[in-house]
């Protein structure tokens, strides 16, 4: 859909020469609150960071698919089963209304997917991590969706229009995910003995890689700065990270269950929670290609696309008979 839109005329109305007159009349749409389209006229740099993170974000959403989609055969009733395959589809669906966004910047869907493959490209952190029990399941709903809607929200406001409205349905789509994950940790944890010690576990498991999802603390965001300038982002990673403490350590209380860190606490002056220090040694780790399942899952993805490429073949064979007949 967007990509037609590039093909017509005007396709390179955005990539002309930047000098200042044109750098200050971009900002300043940008200080106006004016959503900057396809066709726009843009800074390169302001393309590039959208182009790396529309991409990081697509990717995101489809290696997601894998730790939750490991449970879709165990999952404890038809029920479960019939949920847990809606929010995977809904994922590939993100996967690629996002990757369709960052088309739109000029950079192909299949450049995007090579630099995934080739690990050049990143994905979230938080997908290297594996789903042990089915408790995970409620876990990644309710912190990991939880999370992503955290950051996602502020990106319906993003400047860029087409990563903004692509936003507004993937945030309504994740709040649901993020309510049957919670919905799986109220019943695990007003269950037997067992299933209480199951969400504990997985929450002592998850609880510090959700935090990380937000990204580097602001000190070390060495995008932040340009990206809230440009009004791609509205707040900085420590302050999304913050109210996502804010909002999720009641609803552990509600759980009954304990935040794994001995340094949580109420600070009443302040109306927040403060917490303890993130281990930024595993958190660089996991982006380096070094946790517990980056292998796994970028070599499942590899085989997955592999086994694609008849698809693939046919749809270029089908376009270019259709190219040839108009032609005729
Ligand atoms: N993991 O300067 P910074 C979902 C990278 S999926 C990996 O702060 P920025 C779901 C960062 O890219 C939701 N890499 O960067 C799916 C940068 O890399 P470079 C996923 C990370 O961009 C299935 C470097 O570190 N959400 O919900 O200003 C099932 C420096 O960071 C991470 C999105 O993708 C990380 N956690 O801010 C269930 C949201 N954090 O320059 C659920 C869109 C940072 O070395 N993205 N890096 O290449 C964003 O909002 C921003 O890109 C970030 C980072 C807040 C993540």
Redesign the pocket.
Request: hydrophobic share 25%; net charge negative; aromatic share 6%.
């Given at each position: 859909m967007y990509t037609q839109g590039l093909d017509q005329k005007g396709e390179d109305a955005g990539r002309t020469a930047e000098t200042a007159e044109r750098l200050a009349a971009f900002q300043a749409r940008i200080d106006a609150e004016e959503k900057i389209e396809a066709k726009d006229w843009m800074p390169d740099a302001y393309r590039r960071t959208l182009v790396?993170?529309i991409s990081?974000?697509a990717h995101?959403?489809i290696i997601?698919?894998q730790p939750?989609g490991n449970w879709l055969t165990r999952a404890p009733s038809l029920r479960r089963k019939a949920i847990l395959l809606a929010k995977v589809q809904d994922?590939a669906g993100?996967g690629l209304y996002l990757y369709s966004a960052a088309e739109t910047l000029g950079t192909s869907r299949g450049q995007m997917v090579d630099d995934l493959l080739s690990g050049k490209a990143?994905?979230?952190?938080?997908f290297n991590y594996p789903t042990l029990t089915w408790a995970d399941i409620g876990a990644?709903g309710w912190l990991?969706?939880g999370a992503?809607i955290m950051?996602?929200i502020p990106?319906c406001r993003c400047s860029y229009g087409p990563y903004a409205r692509a936003m507004v349905r993937v945030c309504k789509e994740?709040s649901f995910?993020q309510r049957q994950g919670f919905e799986i940790m109220l019943s695990l944890s007003r269950g037997s003995e067992e299933q209480k010690a199951m969400a504990q576990d997985a929450l002592n498991r998850w609880w510090w890689p959700s935090l990380?999802?937000?990204?580097?603390g602001d000190s070390d965001?060495?995008?932040?700065a340009q990206?809230m300038a440009w009004k791609i982002?509205r707040f900085t990673?420590d302050e999304l990270r913050q109210k996502f403490v804010d909002v999720t350590v009641p609803q552990a209380e509600f759980l009954g269950i304990r935040v794994p860190d001995d340094e949580l606490e109420f600070d009443a002056e302040s109306g927040h929670y403060k917490f303890g220090e993130i281990d930024w040694q595993e958190f660089f780790d996991v982006?380096a290609g070094n946790g517990p399942c980056n292998r796994q899952r970028l070599q499942k993805r590899q085989r997955a696309h592999n086994d694609g490429e008849w698809v693939r073949e046919a749809a270029r064979a089908y376009a270019e008979k259709q190219r040839r007949k108009a032609a005729a």
């Open positions: 790396r993170q990081q974000h995101s959403e997601g698919m939750e994922e993100h990143k994905y979230s952190s938080i990644i990991v969706d992503a950051n996602q990106l994740e995910h990380m999802m937000f990204g580097p965001s060495k995008h932040s990206s982002k990673n982006l």
